[in-house]
Nanobody, 121 residues
Framework: QVQLVESGGGLVQAGGSLRLSCAASGRTFTNVAMGWFRQAPGKEREFVATISWTGTTIYYADSVKGRFTISRDNVKNMVHLQMNSLKPEDTAIYYC??????????????WGQGTQVTVSS
């Protein structure tokens, strides 16, 4: 059974940084894209970032380009999201996601339980 477990969320002031991590287990993640989505209160879940198994295919939502960086460690089956210059509008529950292929920006096969990120103004 596939498990994705997020960590690293918390409360930070605007302009600050947080690093989210997601530990994956339960299957081989070769050729499986990993990514992050988020859902703010009263809004639909939205794509944030995705990275392929090789790390050569990376996409970001326009709203986070230049501020967020996605990376992965295939030895440890982990994916990270470094979030810099955080804004109050980045406040959301952040979900780790996985999908076979090179990107996970639509209909992931697997979801984590989410971690709360709150950015105060």
């Amino acid at each position: 059974q596939v498990q994705l477990v997020e960590s690293g969320g918390g409360l930070v002031q605007a302009g600050g940084s947080l690093r989210l991590s997601c530990a994956a287990s339960g299957r081989t993640f070769t050729n499986v894209a990993m990514g992050w989505f988020r859902q703010a209160p009263g809004k639909e879940r939205e794509f944030v970032a995705t990275i392929s198994w090789t790390g050569t295919t990376i996409y970001y939502a326009d709203s986070v380009k230049g501020r967020f960086t996605i990376s992965r460690d295939n030895v440890k089956n982990m994916v990270h999201l470094q979030m810099n210059s955080l804004k109050p509008e980045d406040t959301a529950i952040y979900y780790c996601a996985a999908k076979p292929g090179v990107r996970v920006n639509t209909t992931p096969n697997y979801w984590g339980q989410g971690t709360q990120v709150t950015v105060s103004s």
